[in-house]
């Protein structure tokens, strides 16, 4: 089980980068940490003729707060977050969702931004990132552009990223001090794909909530204005408010024919509002 | 090969490997360190974890190359350390091993435990360790070995490791490398085309594995939509990444569609023969193709039935599309991912085929697929058959 | 999770004269080695000019060859079966009458019948490039129906594996006593029962290295194996060659469970390209290759019906059982290896008048299976306990009370059952009375009526079997397979500095039998343990054997090693008698040394007098020497028979389907223990492989016979979290027959978990009306039974 041969570029910075990407026309992978690339390499399910190595990149490592949101590099990894070498505006949110992916080993190389381009609906970052409102910075030789993560992932392993461009920061709000946060999967083992996620942010001061319903095999269900799954209205008795009946028609909408399938993907739903009713 | 220079067991080495060589088969090979153990070669059973840059990472799937500079410790090289050695009297005395495999593995991650989490119970420790697979042990006596070492350090007042064991940032053995490449460019392998051996006739008949239905309606009598089907390179054309190599005759086209699903990008090339039936206005493009990267091959049928509608001024469009993919890319694990790409690929071809045979103009997504004769984009993407999965409009046949 | 305070047996057996014998808690002696990464796998195993090779597979499972095309550039470096000009394809043909042959080409020749079958071999410097190579050979293959599911292969009409044979099935048996007599019980169940295809996984996959000495004539396989000796028969039948040209070495070997005791067609084709090529050859398999192509196991189906008394008691059983067999026929073991044995051991430890079974292997285009710990007794266990459970419920009791009522009792013993297994010893119903009592049912019912406060439900289950270990010849030589077991030998000798060298033909993956064999020999010659070698895995340097497979090696080389070292402490007393100058009939040999009135001497001192100073002996000495081979077969060769109760508490949430296992109770019976810390940890281990083909394992296949799991993302084996310290008790009934009492007991931890587990899973969920009878449970298959349970409730309602 070894791959098929490839070119490999250690680009000496950013720009360098953008360029070598868009001299490949298309025939170049991106990679960071590889936990997610480098399985796919080795199985020869992905032959790309270059490999263009941005792990080095000093520009995309960093992580600072500016203006009440945190910045995190692309190349930030699951154990930075975990370890707490990154500042937190998510009252340990993040923390919390970055210890329980996969394994520690894979936590030490995997990045941030890597999961995030290789749009794995069963993975952590697309589901928790959304419920908490981030957006993420994309850069090509053309420039940047911001989206919101909901609109980054547009289907199962495929995201907006375009030919030449790379995720380069992701932009993580504050948590105000009243929003509630809930975040629970299912897994058939510890640190295996999740094959249900729910991340539900809620803040019934403001009246507000962003419900993430993940792991679905195609783009997470988002849900904005949540007011619908608690009867219309979000105040803080919604923990008992909570119409699995809507949850139901919005999974069943978004093409989960399985009944069973549905069903755990409400019950891991209601853990998660649960967990943040707590 | 590239000349790859770092600090294993720390020795400077420097050792010429391909870029696709991984780290474990790098010190197993260029180094014969053979402690480093080869249990899946896709990150999953911890075997080959060794420290890089002291912290626990998969060795089959870091590649030597981008650890460049780095600094890597495996199992040999933690003959004489303190936390190792401790853990090494914890394991035998609770027989902790039994086969061996798994062991220079699992005492790398449980090294990083003790060291990183001196307060972990039993809970903590057996979920630290769940990176590491042992078939053998039923894990019993290997927490009870980490557990043992870590109340010891405990009871001994000894401090964690500051940090989890880093204080920078990003992917651990990254950085530390001076920028540069690479190698020469690999030969492109020069595939043979495996529509040169779908003899004519030769395409079967077959119980498709997944049966996806979709339906439309066009504002034209039946009759006309069904000579518009005799256009096989325009229908062919609709669905998305579809090429031709030659102009089609009205029983067989040939050609390649090319399918994606994020990183996994396949061209399978083959041949269709076309069916009609004029008594019942209906018909079916039934074809095969053979992926040759990939060794898979896929059988697909795109059946078709026209029925009046408004007193035979519009006709609904009855479409069924099955399909059955085998080979290695029948066998990635998830299937629901194929799904969701299912639904935009039928849906695609639906719309496509609802715009070419009103007339109108084609979405501009689609603009580069209808131009047959060339290599299509990959605008659209979806891999293959087995991709087009179940649910669309909720009237699937068997899958 | 509770403690095992108070229930691990921590007893140490009297005769370790110096806590080194039989029954003590030992350390293992290969540990060291191991935990510093100095352990010699296959694939460490370094040779000048060895080149890598990869194989090209077939992507289908049933097709039919119309062309193999190699690109110009690399023909020389790809083979197919068009160059391998006299090797035999793989046969296995059991005795047993009916029984149809598969002959399986060791590179597919017209057809390919399962995915992963080998198609062309190539070679390269590395495995990489020899994957490059493999890469751009392509297929052209006609795509043939597959046989994927082993019930509609035995209806007519069904395509066909082997089109010779006019249906798919290997064998079929019947075995009835009177079933008449059974049919007017007042309780009857029936229930189809299923068990997934499993795939072994040890962590080290198969591995070969082949090369050939000019100079001796003689072929050296590398082989990561349990049973190296009979891998050389079956390489000697395929190749053509005397057994004397062949020596087949197994290293360190990273795991076994079965998966290493078959020929496999790589080691046929890989030996015959050293012999070809003149360098050394080596082939790894990968775990892709693993989950797709080599290793499939246990997938039975049953259709079964049990007749009890309203009390409990059993009346009969009448079963139909179906194992899917895959395409060909495993060397040595056999197609009908599982489902064969089906009928003679599904009445387990359990009394019956009346009983039939009918069994089918079944041919499909899916890999062969192989021998998985615990052959056929998983899944029979799982059937049997399962319909126990469900007689319980008609009845009205309690599953323990079933179970107590039925169980052979200890006065009968020894005891032969309904298909006339020969039961050695055992007290079963203890084993189960203390596995109640430890798991406290009573507790669990007590809470079950609180209900629990965190929305899941609990539930109890148990379950108990028999696992017949170190078959001998009388059980095998009926089956007829290529290797029936006789006698075991092991060879002893004294080295000239008091060392202890001692070999035999068995293998040690992971049992750690460099250091149990050497108690075994310690407890004898009273020898050092520390300067005891075990030397085993190496056809040229061991007597022959069967090896290790079937839970036999303690039995039987432990049995060996005994008797082998009774013969030599006979030669050192004699040769010490000598040296005393006494009679022998004076002396004795003790914690070794030998002891007159007048004085002693070490075995060090005769070893050193017999090889360094002859001229110290009289002329008149036994020329014999210091070195035996001796045989051994226990009194009775139709196995020892070991068994456990197994007892589970699980939480089960309704509505996620996630299980989590709260306690397990195991209480054992594996005979006078030689290491109890080694028996503990085979325990621990068969648990988290049965907790695997409970809950988690299973290898998919697709209508046009595609396995679906092929990696370990999706095929999953348990980890830390998922297996609970299980907690263990020890009863140590000797066995009439054996050395030291002792029994095999390998499997049996593999064997009893997925009943324990499901009977837990269906108590918890009976009052929901929900019943799983089919493993593994899967949250989604939990969820499913849920929620049709609540459906056929409200339609009810």
Known sequence: MKPAPFAYERPRDLDAALSMLAASGGSAKVIAGGQSLGPMLNLRLVQPELIVDISGLAELKRAEVSRGELVLGALVTHADIEDGRTADVTRGAMRGVAANIAYRAVRNRGTIGGSLSHADPAADWISALAALGARVTLRSLAGARTMAIEAFVVGALESALRAGEIVEAIHVPSRAASAHWGYAKSCRKTGEFAHAIAAVLIDPTAASARVVIGAIDTTPIVVTDAAELFGGRIAGDYKQCFDIRVADALLAKAGIDDAAQRHIHVSVLKRALLEAAA | ?399 | MKEGAGLRNEREFPSGKSGQGVGARLPRKEDDRLMRGRGQYVADIRLAGLQDVAFVRSPLAHARIRGIHVPERYRGSVFTAADLGGIKPIRAVSGLPGFKISEQPVLATGKVRQVGELVAMCLAPTRAEAEDIAASVTLDLEELPAVYDMLKAREPGSALVHEHWGDNVFLETNYEVDISVALDAPIKVTREISTARQCMSPLEGRGVVATFDRRLDQLTLHSAAQMPHITRSGLAECLGMEEGQIRVISPDVGGGFGHKGILLPEEVCLSWLAMQRGHPVRWLEDRREHLVASSNCREHHYKITVYADRDGTLRGIDCEATVDSGAYSSYPFSACLEAAQIASILPGPYKMPAYRCRTFSVATNKCPILPYRGVARTGVCFALELMLDLVAAEAGLEPGEVRLRNLVLPEQMPFDNITRKHFDSGDYPEAMRRALAAIDVDSIRAKQRLGEVDGRRIGVGVSIYCEQAAHGTSVYSGWGIPMVPGHEQASARLTPDGGLELRVGVHSHGQGMETTLAQVAHEILGVDVAKIRIILGDTAMTPYSTGTWGSRSMVMAGGAVATACRELGERARRIGAKLLQHDPAAVVLQNGEVRGVNGSVNIQTIAHTWYRRPQDLPADVDPGGLEVTQGYKPVRDSGTFSYAAHAAVVAVDPDVGEVEILDYVIVEDGGVLVNPQVVDGQIYGGLAQGIGTALYEEMPFDASGQPLATTLADYLLPGPTEVPAARLDHMETPSPYTQFGVKGIGEGGAIAPPAAIANAVNDALRPLGVELMQSPITPHRVVEAVLAARATERSAA
């Open chain 2, 1 to 399: 090969m590239t000349t790859i220079a770092l600090q294993v067991n720390r020795r400077a080495v420097e050792i010429s490997a391909e870029p696709r060589t991984s780290l474990a088969d790098f010190v197993r090979d260029g180094l014969d360190l053979t402690g480093t153990h080869l249990g899946c070669e896709h990150g999953v059973c911890g075997a080959c974890t060794v420290l890089l840059d002291g912290v626990p990472a998969r060795s089959c799937i870091t590649y030597a190359v981008a650890c460049a500079g780095a600094d890597i410790t495996t199992i040999e090289g933690l003959d004489e350390d303190e936390v190792t050695t401790e853990l090494r009297a914890a394991f035998t005395r609770e027989h902790a091993l039994q086969c061996g495999y798994c062991t220079p593995g699992m005492l790398v991650s449980a090294r990083d435990l003790v060291l990183r989490l001196p307060d972990a119970d039993e809970r903590r420790i057996r979920v630290g360790l769940s990176g590491n697979l042992c078939r053998c042990t039923g894990y019993v006596g290997i927490v009870r070995a980490v557990q043992s070492v870590i109340e010891a350090r405990r009871a001994r007042n000894i401090a964690p490791l500051a940090d989890g064991g880093r204080t920078i940032l990003g992917p651990a053995g990254s950085g530390r490398a001076t920028s540069g490449q690479n190698g020469p460019q690999p030969a492109t392998q020069a595939l043979a085309a495996a529509s040169d051996s779908v003899a004519p006739g030769a395409i079967p008949d077959f119980t498709p594995a997944t049966v996806l239905n979709q339906r439309f309606t066009l504002p034209h009598a039946p009759a006309k939509v069904f000579a518009m089907f005799d256009d096989v390179a325009g229908v062919a054309s609709c669905l998305p990444g579809v090429s031709l190599k030659a102009p089609p005759t009205p029983e067989r086209v040939e050609g390649a569609i090319r399918v994606r699903l994020g990183p996994i990008a396949a061209s399978f090339e083959g041949a269709a023969r076309v069916e009609r039936d004029p008594a019942t206005f209906s018909g079916r493009i039934i074809g095969i193709g053979t992926d040759q990267r990939s060794r898979s091959a896929t059988q697909g049928e795109i059946r078709y039935r026209l029925l009046p509608l408004e007193g035979g001024a519009a006709t609904a469009v009855e479409l069924s599309i099955g399909y059955t993919l085998s080979g290695m890319l029948a066998q990635v694990g998830r299937p629901g991912l194929v799904r969701d790409l299912a639904k935009r690929l039928v849906a695609e071809f639906a719309g496509n085929l609802d715009r070419h045979l009103s007339g109108t103009a084609p979405g501009q997504a689609t603009a580069a697929e209808l131009s047959f004769w060339s290599m299509i984009s990959e605008v659209l993407h979806a891999r293959l058959v087995r991709m087009f999965g179940r649910v669309f409009t909720g009237k699937d046949g068997a899958e």
